[in-house]
């Protein structure tokens, strides 16, 4: 019976990073962070750094992309991402050899090993940033942060993935009373900005609605946000409509600093 293993080794607005793994083969999903902190993390949860045979990016933004170039090299493998990214870390990833850089376009697919990638377009403000869902036959997972609102563009292509890592990134409410200057308080909360915690409800009761059943809430702000504040506001939201978390979906949350633990999903 095969497997699809999905590991967050790091989500929030000071760094990112993802595992993911057939058990033959291994993605890892930015690197916002350090490459000794990403491996590390690997090391700590038992999963195999050495199944590793791509990176790929979201988009430019330094959380993203901060260790990515310096990872690609350490586990000589290739990165992909969107030329617009590409464009966007400018000379962030430094020196790579040749054929570490592959360009992709949002909305389309590639295989690393058995498993099959599909990109899509993200409303943020970023050169031309992504999310990424990941396939092993018939079993998906999916990212899905940095995203300004809620469309039936992204949606779609995440719907009934059985694990789903969900930006939840602030409160309004902490938002507007904190003590960000009122610019980038309109840019969090703009078109190209970042999904809040009420945002995330109603993503997630779609998403329970598609067949998903494993929600990690993610990308969490740490001036403007807290787990349990955001596990609380999406969990009572569901129960307003009737789904009951723990029993028709699993909802938890990805740690800022350091791997949040190992989920799983298997084909029937």
Not at 11 to 18: E, F, H, L, R, V
Not at 218 to 245: Q, R, W, Y
Request: negative net charge; contains cysteine; charged residues 20%.
């Amino acid at each position: 019976m095969r497997q699809l293993v999905f590991a967050p080794l790091f989500s929030g607005s000071s760094g990112n990073a993802t595992y993911i793994s057939d058990g033959r083969d291994a993605v890892i999903a930015d690197a916002g962070v350090s490459a000794s902190r990403i491996l590390a993390e690997i090391g700590r949860l038992g999963l195999d750094v050495s199944l590793v045979r791509a990176i790929v990016a979201t988009h430019e933004h330094s959380d993203h992309v901060s260790g990515i170039g310096p990872l690609a090299r350490k586990l000589d493998v290739p990165i992909f991402a969107t030329r617009g990214t590409w464009e966007g870390m400018g000379r962030q990833a430094g020196k790579l050899n040749e054929g570490q850089r592959r360009v992709i376009e949002a909305g389309s697919g590639f295989s690393v090993g058995d498993m099959d990638i599909l990109s899509f377009p993200t409303p943020h403000d970023a050169n031309e940033s992504c999310g990424y869902v990941f396939s092993l036959g018939r079993v998906s997972a999916a990212i899905a942060t940095d995203i300004g609102h809620i469309n039936e563009n992204w949606l779609s292509c995440v719907s009934a993935c059985g694990i789903v890592l969900l930006e939840a990134d602030y409160d309004r409410e902490m938002l507007l009373s904190g003590p960000y200057p009122f610019e980038l308080k309109r840019r969090i909360q703009g078109k190209k900005g970042h999904l809040s915690n009420d945002d995330a409800a109603g993503a997630a009761f779609r998403l329970c609605c598609s067949g998903t059943r494993q929600i990690i809430l993610g990308h969490m702000s740490k001036i403007n946000n807290f787990p349990e504040l955001a596990l609380k506001t999406v969990e009572n939201a569901l129960a307003d409509e009737g789904v009951c978390p723990g029993r028709d979906v699993y909802i938890s949350a990805a740690l800022r600093e350091g791997a949040s633990g190992v989920y799983s999903i298997r084909e029937d």
